[in-house]
Every structure is written in structure tokens, then in C-alpha cells.
Nanobody, 129 residues
Framework: QAPLVETGGGSEHSGGSLRLTCAAP???????LGWFRQGPGREREAVAI???????QYADSVKGRFTISRDNTQSALILQMDRLKPEDAGVYYCTAGDGHKSYTGDWYCPPGSGAYKRWGQGTQVTVSS
């Protein structure tokens, strides 16, 4: 399978915007596509996940500021980050994985990084106050 490749990271001032793109050819048909981030000395955490039906989960800390979307024509996963805060800094990773079936029979995308096996190399985001 083609690797996941993130681009768009960089440095911004607090309140600014960045747009991350993940080239994901061959992964767009996977149930879960998502963005995770890892700050210095911190665990890798979910930022935003979108499933095959378009259902989206956001971390509480980014709700109302970040927007995840998928561009199937470009085989890309996008993360638009607005009103950036210093605590948004870290390495941002794109991931793709299978959905999990709950006891009710519904499919969902797990929020933990351990559930995902495919990762990009990451792109650094720095936010200065």
C-alpha cells in the first residue's frame, strides 16, 4: 500500500491558521481516517477522525476551531486548523484504519492510537504566543 504523507505543517502565531494535507492513495476506502498529534513528552492523541460515512469525532480541545474533511477526488485527508493556540503545537500524524464493531452492531472508529497500524511520518506544527 502507498504510504501516508503529511504536508502543511509549519510555524504560526497564536490565532493563526494552518492547513494540513495527507496524501492517502489506496487508503481512502478504509473505514477510519484521522489526525493525531503528539506534543513533547505527551502521548499521541486523537485530534479528529472521520469515518467512511462522514461521521466525525473531534477532541474537545479543538472543537469549533479545527475541521477535518476528505477529498476523495484527490485521495487526500485535510485538517484545517484555525484560531491556533500554543497548546496545539506538536507533530501531527495522519492515520488510516479499520472500523471496530460495537456490541450493538454499529461500526465506530476507536479514539486510541494503538488501534491504528498505518501512519504517516508526521509534520511539525509550532504555535508561538
Amino acid at each position: 500500500q502507498a504510504p501516508l504523507v503529511e504536508t502543511g505543517g509549519g510555524s504560526e502565531h497564536s490565532g493563526g491558521s494552518l492547513r494540513l494535507t495527507c496524501a492517502a492513495p489506496g487508503s481512502m476506502n478504509m473505514w477510519c481516517l484521522g489526525w493525531f498529534r503528539q506534543g513533547p513528552g505527551r502521548e499521541r492523541e486523537a485530534v479528529a477522525i472521520i469515518d467512511y460515512t462522514g461521521k466525525i469525532q473531534y477532541a474537545d480541545s479543538v472543537k469549533g476551531r479545527f475541521t477535518i474533511s476528505r477529498d476523495n477526488t484527490q485521495s487526500a485527508l485535510i485538517l484545517q486548523m484555525d484560531r491556533l493556540k500554543p497548546e496545539d503545537a506538536g507533530v501531527y500524524y495522519c492515520t488510516a484504519g479499520d472500523g471496530h464493531k460495537s456490541y450493538t452492531g454499529d461500526w465506530y472508529c476507536p479514539p486510541g492510537s494503538g488501534a491504528y497500524k498505518r501512519w504517516g511520518q508526521g509534520t511539525q506544527v509550532t504555535v508561538s504566543s
